[in-house]
Every structure is written in structure tokens, then in C-alpha cells.
């Protein structure tokens, strides 16, 4: 019904950059809020940014959230339609060794806390491996 499709995954040095990209087709109405996600090895899935919608504009788009953890180094971004969502990742750590993972909420208006936990989302990509070292 609703398709994400991530990429942009690789290896890379301390201090290098990747950027993941995530097209999302078929029905998207429940696709209010995007975010991306990751899950660490051995590590529960944790919410790295997302981008919530307001309650008032389903197509309007409120300022975006970041974990503590790659705030200032990571940027979520996406186009009018949800399209396209892409997370550039700069300054990476080994830390940052992870499955990412694109996913969609139905929800509007997320407060942070729900805009980066795991259960707010229902649709999700397949994933795409960042390896840092």
C-alpha cells in the first residue's frame, strides 16, 4: 500500500558525510510525519529525526526534531509531497553505526518525545546500512 524505499547507505571514515535519501510512493495520506530512524547492533530501534506535521495544515510541515545525539550534525529534510525525504549526516562517529531506516506516522502535531519514539510509526523502509570507522 505505501512503499518507502531508502538508499544512500555505506562505509565511511570518522568525520566523513553520508546522505540517505528515502522515496516514498503509493498512498501517502497517512504519511504525515516522517522521520528516520535507526537501530544500533544488539540496540532497540531509536528515533533520529523527524519531521512533524501540524494539526492545522496536514501539508504544513512544523520544525523538525533531532535526537541529542546527532543534533547539529544530522538534517532531515523533505519535499511538499513527502516524496523524497533525505537525512544528510555529517560529522559521523562510529556511534552512528546503525540500520537506518525511513518510516511514516499518521499522526499530526507530535510533540517531540512521540515524533522520535519508535511506536509512533506505521510504515517503514526496508533500511540501508551506515557503517562509520
Known amino acids: 500500500h505505501v512503499q518507502l524505499v531508502e538508499s544512500g547507505g555505506g562505509s565511511v571514515q570518522t568525520g566523513g558525510s553520508l546522505r540517505l535519501s528515502c522515496v516514498a510512493s503509493?498512498?501517502?495520506?497517512?504519511?504525515?510525519?516522517m522521520g528516520w530512524l535507526r537501530q544500533l547492533p544488539g540496540k532497540e530501534r531509536e528515533g533520529v529525526a523527524a519531521?512533524?506535521?501540524?494539526?492545522?495544515?496536514?501539508?504544513?510541515?512544523?520544525?523538525?526534531y533531532y535526537a541529542d545525539s546527532v543534533k547539529g550534525r544530522f538534517t532531515i529534510s523533505q519535499d511538499y509531497a513527502k516524496t523524497l525525504i533525505s537525512l544528510q549526516m555529517d560529522s559521523l562517529v562510529p556511534e552512528d553505526t546503525a540500520v537506518y531506516y525511513c518510516a511514516a506516522a499518521p499522526g499530526t502535531n507530535y510533540a517531540q518525545a512521540r515524533a522520535l519514539s519508535p511506536d509512533a510509526y506505521i510504515h517503514w523502509g526496508q533500511g540501508t546500512q551506515v557503517t562509520v570507522s
Open positions: 519531521i512533524p506535521t501540524a494539526v492545522y495544515n496536514p501539508y504544513g510541515d512544523l520544525n523538525p
Open positions: 503509493g498512498n501517502r495520506y497517512n504519511n504525515k510525519s
